[in-house]
């Protein structure tokens, strides 16, 4: 039996019902930023707060990579996309199909936790997008 472990600590809440990003929102100029950080990689501010977007995104570019790079251990191809957040930030990230073609841009697509790659036994997760049942909402 393998042990899921996310890629890296931090970027994601989990293991939880429903994943959500973990962002730090300036209290100051109010820039959201992905991955976390203590200052404001805006204006430098330390008034920040840790928050997670638990909202749908929706898709603005997407590709599908065939050559897999050499520090990336999952398989190929695999689909990598950029989705906003209605918080205000784009971020980058793989997605759930490799197939782009049931993708559109402005489809709304979710946070999920998967499997990536396994190593040592264990499940490498990290999120993807995913499109979104909750088709519909603004
Ligand atoms: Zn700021």
């Not at 946070?111 to 036994?121: F, S």
């Amino acid at each position: 039996m393998s042990n899921a472990v996310p890629v890296l600590e931090g970027l994601f809440s989990w293991p939880n019902k429903k994943p959500a990003l973990q962002v730090t929102h300036c209290r100051q100029c109010l820039v959201v930023a992905f991955p976390r950080v203590e200052y404001c990689p805006s204006c430098a501010s330390s008034d920040v707060e840790f928050r997670q977007l638990e909202s749908i995104g929706k898709l603005r570019n997407f590709t599908s990579v065939l050559m897999r790079p050499p520090e990336y251990k999952g398989e190929v191809p695999y689909g990598v996309g950029i989705v906003e957040f209605p918080e205000g930030i784009c971020i980058l990230g793989l997605l759930t199909v490799s197939d782009l073609g049931s993708l559109r841009p402005g489809m709304n697509m979710e946070v999920v936790v998967e499997t990536v790659y396994k190593e040592d036994g264990n499940d490498i997760v990290s999120y993807k997008f995913h499109p979104s049942q909750e088709a519909g909402h603004a």
